[in-house]
Structures are given as C-alpha cells and as structure tokens.
C-alpha cells in the first residue's frame, strides 16, 4: 500500500464560506459526507446539493415516475438534518448520465450560480478501492464537477451562461472527493455524526429497498464503522476522509 493510502490524514481547509457538493444520486452524500456537512453548518458555513438525477432508476419495485418525486422528497429532508436548505436537481436521467460537455455546462453553472470556494463531489475512478466496480453515473459526474470546477472560471468556455447572468466564478479553492481510495485530508465526524445517521435515516424507501435489516442499525453501524476506520489514521477520531486537490 502507498503512503497515501497509509499516512496520517491531514485536516481539511477551515478559511471557506460557501460549498458545492455536487453527485449523481439521492443519498450519494449521506453515505459518508454528512457528518462533516453537519459540522461545517453549525460553523456557520453554507454548503448548497446540487444532484444530477432524482434517483428515479434507484428502486427495482417503483416506477420511476413514482420512485423520483419519492426520493426528491427524501432527499431534500435528508439535507435538512444536516443544515442544507437548498437542494437542486439537473434531471439527467438516472443511471445513464454521460460524461461530457452537456454534464460539464451543468455543473459549471451551478459552480456560477452558487459561487463556492469548496466543491465536493463522490469518487470518480472505476472502482471502489480495487474492491467493488463504481457505477458509470458516478464515475461521469465525479469527473465532470472536477473540470467544471475549472470550466466555470472560464468566460470562454460555455459562453452562453453570461449571457444568461451567470458571469465565471474562478473562486474554486479546492475539489474533494469522498469515498476515494487515496484521501488526504478528513473531518471529525464525531460532533455531527448522529445527525448524518439521522440524515441517511431521511431514505428509508431506499434502505427497505436495498436490505432486510432495520434501517437504524443499517444506517448507524454503517456510518459508525466507517467514520471509525477513517479515524485510525486521524488521531483516533471518528472522521469523514476525502481526497483534497487544490487549484
């Protein structure tokens, strides 16, 4: 194993206002990032959602003109658990989302829109750790928030959004990517951790979906189980990890 996949992680940046957490799917945030979400909020900092889809591919037994508006709903009281007022969708449609300058235009006027200094986004590589085979909406969405983090600073790329209002914002500080295999930076998960439990808890039509076991214990051992093996290489402290790239 690399020492990037080993070492010490280090904190993540504290000198930022605003954030963008952009992902393909309802949920993709709340397993892992929302207990450093919580925490940024009690800071008095802004995080905005912006989800490519609705999610309306995510459930085998709901049509997804019924499963959509469902996960919408969940998703949007998920983000209130953690302090997140404003969530927006691009409605790609789920689960075949591609990669290219359509998604990149998306994406890089949100980062106009909302004008962050902190974008997040979910791993982007095709596989979890060698493990587990990513899906390709990650995969594409990943990708292309981390060249709309550039695209939007860009007056010449995607012209169209000034003349909608949507002047370039070249104020992106960093990109973070959660659930990556190499991360670099984490954040204590302890002081918003029953509040990500809670927040992942919002999709329970997708939990009931997706495992037997009761919901609660799914979620809160999950999370727990995570946060703590993330916290072995942060002082012993329950932490979310992510993969920090400076620009």
Known sequence: MTESSTGRLRPMPEDWRRALAVVAHPDDLEYGCAAAVAAWTDAGREVVYVLATRGEAGIDTLDPAVCGPLREREQRASAAAVGVSRVEFLDHRDGVI?????????????????????????????????????????????????????????????????????????GVRWVAVAG??????????GPGLERAVRSLLEHRTYIEALTDEDPETYAREFLTST????????GGKPAVAFELFGR
């Not at 200094?117 to 390709?136: K, M, Q, S, Y």
């Open 180 to 189: 990556s295999a190499t991360p670099t930076h984490a954040v204590e998960a």
């Open 98 to 170: 591609e990669y290219g300058t359509a998604l990149r235009r998306d994406i890089a006027a949100a980062v106009r829109r909302h004008r962050p200094e902190l974008v997040i986004t979910l791993n982007h590589r095709d596989t979890w750790g060698g493990v587990a085979w990513n899906t390709p909406d990650h995969v594409a969405v990943g990708r292309a928030t981390l060249d709309a983090a550039a695209d939007a600073g860009n007056r010449w790329i995607f012209p169209d959004l000034a003349e909608q209002g949507l002047e370039p914002w070249n």
């Open 227 to 234: 946060a703590t093996a993330v916290g072995e290489r942060y």
